[in-house]
């Protein structure tokens, strides 16, 4: 049940700062989704498409895979260090733009994943900061919740000013400005971090101190929060290709754009709506049973695959989707280190980048072997899979990694 005593929205909207670093997050989040959609564009008008999609899938990898490694590199080092990575990547990027124009495409892709390598951790960093800014866990739920819905709207954004752009200029001048914006996005997340409280770091014995050198991953909390991220991607990927199919199967595949709006859709009402108040179970019992709507939504979806109520089987896909990245969020902020809470939310970004790659890859390998419904229907086994790995998230912490240190009191509201 809920509790009708929880934070509302207005009220985490009224803490210290919440507005800045909300407006923060949006232009933090309008480079990560003008950027691939200009270096899709522009390889795609000097290339072709064929290089342009390595040149994309070059540019997502380089950015997912290092990047819990940056979160961490620029957490021990400093604020300063999220501003030092902006300037590379925007160099990088302008080299690449530069580069655009020679015969050999091997070189602009190169410099291309080279600035992906070096794309600052804005965003895992700003969950980090809401974890510091927040008076509470209520405040905190309620304004990750609404983060997470302006993230979604922000990329859906992002894509029709990208082409508006394009239309009154060439798309490599599009990239190198949407690069340059890494550089005010850093300066603003800088001064944020500065202005909060220090993270304090509780005294630990020699194996506790080895263990907080350990990967996040390796960790049994880490490996509960990141894999429903990872299966969640894995079902977008193949919803990318099941769509299509599903829409051809009963009608015309433009009609598919109704199906993607859906799951969109889908993931703004369950955050909305989770994220309206605190409920009174466990974060272990709402992992599991958000991940286990997920198994759900695939099950109706591989029903509904050949009629035209796969739009409703999609909606129910996304309704899961912003609550599982929520409830993530909070479980970092309860189980992980404060110094390591960038990292950890860096681990979320790419084990959902990456599993939304493979899903696509994997999903349409199968796809063009069985059918839609095959593939639901292994999506719902992933589900279920990664529900069972939630549901042995530990009631406490039990980890030295996963050992959260009080922090310094906020003030209320």
Known sequence: MRNPTAATYRGSLAVPQAKQVLALGVLSRLPSGLIPFSVLVSFTQHYGIGIAGLASAALMLAIALPGPARARWC????????????????????????????????????????????????????????????????????????????????????????????????????LVSSAFLLVPAALGLTGVLRALPDVEVAAASSSEAGARHRSIIRTRDGQGITMPVIVLGLCGGGLTVIIPAAAAGHGNVISSGYSFAAFSLGGLV????????????????????????????????????????????????????????????????????????????????????????????????????????????????????????????????????????????????
């Open 75 to 174: 957490s021990s080092r400093g604020p300063a260090m999220v501003l030092l990575m902006a300037l590379s990547s925007l160099v990088m990027f302008a080299a690449a733009v530069a580069a655009i124009s020679l015969s050999r495409w091997q070189v602009p892709l190169a410099l291309t994943a080279a600035a992906g390598a070096l794309f600052p951790p804005l965003t895992p960093s700003l969950r980090a900061a809401w974890s510091r800014l927040m008076p509470d866990k209520q405040h905190l739920q309620s304004i990750h919740a609404l983060d997470s819905t302006v993230e979604e709207l922000t990329f859906v954004v992002a894509p029709l000013l990208g082409t508006a752009a394009m239309a009154l200029t060439d798309a490599r001048w599009v």
């Open 270 to 413: 369950g955050g909305l709506a989770y994220g309206r108040g605190k409920w009174k179970a466990s974060l272990r019992t709402h992992c599991t049973a958000a991940t286990g709507g997920l198994v759900a939504g695939a099950l109706l979806l591989a029903a509904l695959s050949q009629t035209p109520l796969t739009i409703l089987a999609v909606f129910c896909i996304g309704l899961p989707m912003t609550p599982i990245f929520v409830i993530a969020y909070l479980l970092v902020d309860e189980r992980i280190d404060p110094s390591r809470h960038a990292e950890a939310n860096a681990w979320l970004g790419s084990g959902y980048n990456l599993g939304s790659a493979a899903g696509s890859a994997l999903g349409g390998q199968l796809l063009a072997l069985t059918g839609p419904r095959p593939v639901a229907i292994t999506l719902a086994g992933l589900a279920l899979i990664a529900t069972g790995i939630a549901r042995r998230l530990p009631d406490q912490q039990s980890s030295p990694v996963g050992n959260a240190v009080p922090r310094r009191p906020q003030s209320e509201v």
